[in-house]
């Protein structure tokens, strides 16, 4: 019975996304709002793989999501221009940086974690930063634009085309999305549930933990960097905000506010915030005070999600 | 032949001494009880053999293997498997689901990212095993988290078999629990020593369940071996019970 | 190159200095309360600023002494509103919380005045070099230098020799202990987190003097202070004091030989600690799991 219903859920959630580009308009969006919905969705589940299914509390993602970004983007102005190639390099890229910080700090747990994540996030964003010739600077790396993929026997115009891109996009994120859904029901994701739910016990029925959240940490930056690729193609700009510890607590609240514990709460967290920040900036200069004050809401009255909360009420009804 | 053998061990933390020069050893098939006053160094002797933390100094063998400084996800994999003074489970997941974490990381499958259907059929049929064991079988898909403590303890105690261990430690399995679930978890006890030849050592406070189940006493106290004997000749040993069983009177 | 190298070690004592004021105060709040305040740098800023707005009234030293009492004051607030409601929850609510906090103080300093560079009046004879050789050692950089040890040997006689600063210890250690004792644990958690803030109001307004106010000026600290605590040892104040002079010399020292890499070197010490010693330099045993 639940699971026939988390079936219709699915369901729901897979025709809404699909057919998003037909009625966005009406709901008085655009195509590339859904579009930043869909890679802020990934993003923020990608960080939930960890957060939410793991248990450890990671608070710099945005390195790997912007060094996504800067992967794909210098790609294709300097080297290739090539929209495959620009994602392939920003995803290893991404990945291999979370390889090496990973084993930094595996051994961390807590609050010490995150505090050493945070601190590790703001490297990039001073390479970013400072290495201005290559970057760009504080002005971000633009003079470069997503390119048609070429299929062989003919190319999609991903460019001009909004509804491609949102399509291209969508794809990316089904993939991930239906990759990491199996990973958590797989018997590796069961170890990382058992970590979440009791370290100790889980260390001694054999699993070496700090092996495993360093998978997880690297599974979630994974796809973290394949948004933060997918983002900078829709903007043709990456920005050095997009590494900055703000755009981490961004993912971080998207998780919670939409419900950690549950594996759609991030899509739904990352709809809300986006939207509402997309309409707080046509509304004030000062909506950065607005983000504070709805973090602090979140935090004070909707700690479980909204998910959640409807999950709790099914449950209590 | 002895399976466990502890040399000598001791743990310092900071100035204080919890365990000093310990040994002991324990034989293929025994049931060994651990008993001493409170601070005695009981469990920190257990947390030394789980290898929760290495010894100060000292040396522990397993099976003629030398295991001081093996981390405690290697001591499972060959054979050492250990329950908590304070239950420790998976409190938001089910009975089953609890055992199934278990008998995946005992099947060596932590690191798949899928299981073939045969894989996964004996996955389920060692949990169901396992759930019968324990008498668990019509708990099997509740939250443990909202079960009594004794069903929450076979469950963790049958997570440790799962493990399929060769020597099972048991941090006093019957705290807090009333009298008919300490009668049941001793029960279980003798049942997996007997039935099943499992070497278990054991902490307990409950002087019945000891005297009941143990062919070994060793008796701690203040970090060091105060006493070491068969259940009657602990019972009689002067030193125990001025020391111990004096004071528990 | 004596007085280059000279003056950027200084400088890099000055920037040590200022690192470890805001991250003493941002380790008595995490140490005794589980907190990671992410809006440390907000209240910096807000200190700078009160000081610029009351010192037309009340002077430079006036500014000095008020400001960052002030600053304290909000700081009590916010933890007596907010923060407290969050003690004992997963760390991570309290750090989103702080998160939030940290975009309405950068953005409310912004709104209330400006978001451009606002200019830091310090007394004249202040601003004068003291030796033609060493021109770099100004009256106010000495005095900011003599000042930070005046105040972190404060707080360490306050931690050592008042009864709210053995509290505030003893419960670092051990809170429920503390509590077990009769210690009122929710007053004692505000007196410290202010304590804390105190300190981030005052190096902001320190900080005013050298730099300069504007909004982002807490961001841009903020981290360097995070490392100063995971270089020196999570639970250790004195290991926060070495993280942030070491830390700071370390990044002037690299100045004179690599100037692009003056950022860069704190985060390699930082990786190098956790490679070698993940508890950091003087962080206590078993406290980082």
């Known amino acids: 019975m639940k699971a026939l219903a988390g079936r219709y859920v699915d369901l729901a959630i897979w025709l809404g996304l699909a057919t998003l580009p037909y009625w966005i308009g009406a709901a008085g969006g655009y195509t590339s709002l859904g579009t930043r919905v869909v890679v802020m969705a990934l993003a923020a589940t990608a960080l939930n793989f960890l957060l939410g299914f793991t248990g450890v509390l990671s608070f710099g993602h945005a390195a790997y999501f912007g060094l996504g970004a800067y992967g794909a983007g210098m790609t294709i102005k300097y080297l290739v221009p090539s929209t495959g190639l620009g994602i392939l390099v920003g995803v290893a890229a991404g990945t291999a940086a979370a390889a090496i910080v990973g084993a930094l700090i595996a051994r961390l747990r807590g609050v010490y974690f995150a505090m050493v994540t945070i601190a590790f996030g703001q490297v990039f964003y001073f390479i970013a930063f400072r290495w201005n010739a290559v970057t760009g600077g504080d002005d971000g790396l633009s003079g470069w634009r997503r390119l048609p993929i070429d299929l062989g026997f003919g190319s999609i115009d991903i460019l001009g085309n909004d509804q491609a891109f949102y399509y291209l996009t969508l794809a990316g994120f089904a993939v991930a999305v239906a990759v990491m859904a199996a990973l958590l029901r797989s018997p590796f994701g069961r170890s990382l549930l058992a970590i979440r739910e009791n370290e100790r016990r889980a260390r001694f029925l054999g699993i070496p933990v700090e092996q495993h959240i360093w998978l997880s940490f690297v599974v979630s930056c994974f796809f973290v960097s394949l948004a933060g690729a997918l983002y900078a193609l829709l903007n043709n700009f990456a920005d050095p905000h997009d590494l900055r510890w703000d755009q981490s607590g961004d993912f971080v609240i998207m998780a919670v506010l939409g419900g950690m514990r549950t594996f759609w709460g991030p899509l739904v967290g990352a709809a809300i915030f986006v939207v509402l920040q997309d309409y707080l900036s046509t509304l004030t200069d000062n909506w950065m005070s607005l983000i504070g004050v709805f973090f602090i809401l979140v935090v004070m009255f909707f700690p479980r999600g909204v998910l959640g909360m409807l999950r709790r009420r099914k449950a209590t009804s | ?249 | 190159m004596t007085q280059l190298f000279l003056f950027n070690v200084f400088n890099g004592l000055i920037i040590g200095a200022f690192y470890a004021l805001m991250a003493l105060g941002l380790s008595l709040i995490l140490n005794l309360s589980g907190v990671i305040n992410f809006a440390h740098g907000g209240f910096l800023a807000v200190g700078g600023y009160l000081a610029y707005t009351l010192m037309p009234f009340i002077g430079f030293w006036g500014a000095l002494a008020v400001a960052p009492l002030l600053t304290a004051l909000i700081g009590l607030l916010v933890e007596f509103v907010l923060i407290r409601r969050l003690y004992g929850r997963d760390p991570l609510y309290s750090l989103l919380l702080t998160f939030g906090l940290a975009f309405i103080l950068e953005d409310g300093t912004r709104y209330i005045w400006g978001a451009a560079t606002v200019p830091f009046d310090i007394p004249d004879w202040m601003t004068t070099a003291l030796s033609d050789q060493f021109f770099f050692l100004t009256g106010y950089r000495l005095f900011m230098v003599l000042l930070v040890f005046a105040a972190v040997a404060a707080l360490f006689l306050l931690l050592n020799k008042t009864r709210l600063g053995l509290r505030i210890r003893a419960g670092s250690g051990d809170l429920e202990t503390v509590s077990a004792l009769g210690v009122n644990v929710r007053v004692l958690r505000n007196l410290n987190f202010g304590l804390g803030i105190y300190m981030a109001g005052l190096a902001g307004v320190l900080a005013a003097g050298m730099l300069g106010l504007q909004p982002t000026i807490g961001s841009a600290l903020i981290m360097p202070s995070f490392i100063a605590i995971i270089v020196g040892g999570l639970g250790s104040l004195p290991g926060t004091l070495l993280g942030g002079l070491l830390i700071g010399v370390a990044s002037g020292v690299v100045t004179v030989f690599f100037p692009s890499a003056s950022e860069a070197v704190i985060y390699v010490m930082m990786g190098v600690v956790l490679l070698v010693r993940p508890r950091g330099l003087l962080g206590e045993e078993g406290r980082v799991q």
């Open chain 2, 1 to 249: 032949m002895s399976l466990l053998q502890v040399d000598n061990v001791s743990r310092q933390f900071g100035s204080l001494v919890a365990v000093q020069g310990v040994s002991m050893s324990v034989a293929a098939g025994e049931l060994r009880a651990v008993i001493g006053p409170n601070g005695a160094g009981k469990t920190t002797l257990f947390n030394l053999i789980s290898g929760f933390f290495p010894p100060t100094s000292g040396r522990m063998t397993f099976d003629g293997r030398d295991v001081t400084r093996l981390p405690p996800h290697r001591r499972v994999a060959i054979g050492i498997a250990r329950t908590f003074q304070i239950t420790e489970v998976f409190p938001d997941l089910t009975v089953a689901e609890n055992l199934r974490i278990a008998v995946e990381a005992a099947a060596g499958y932590r690191l798949r990212p899928w299981l073939s259907q045969r894989a996964a059929r004996e996955v389920r049929d060692r949990v169901d095993a396992l759930l019968e064991l324990g008498s668990l079988g019509a708990k099997a898909d509740r939250p443990i988290a909202e079960l009594p403590h004794g069903d929450q303890r076979a469950t963790e105690i049958m997570m440790a078999l799962a493990l399929r261990p060769r020597l099972l430690l048991l941090d006093e399995p019957t705290a807090g629990m009333g009298d008919q679930e300490t009668y049941d978890i001793t029960r279980l006890v003798r049942r997996l020593h007997q039935d099943r030849e499992l070497s278990i050592v054991l902490i307990e406070h409950d002087m019945r369940v000891i005297f009941h189940l143990a062919d070994r006493i060793l008796v701690l106290a203040e970090g060091k071996v105060l006493a070491e004997g068969t259940p009657a000749e602990i019972a009689a040993d002067e030193r125990v019970q001025a020391a111990y069983l004096g004071k528990a009177a």
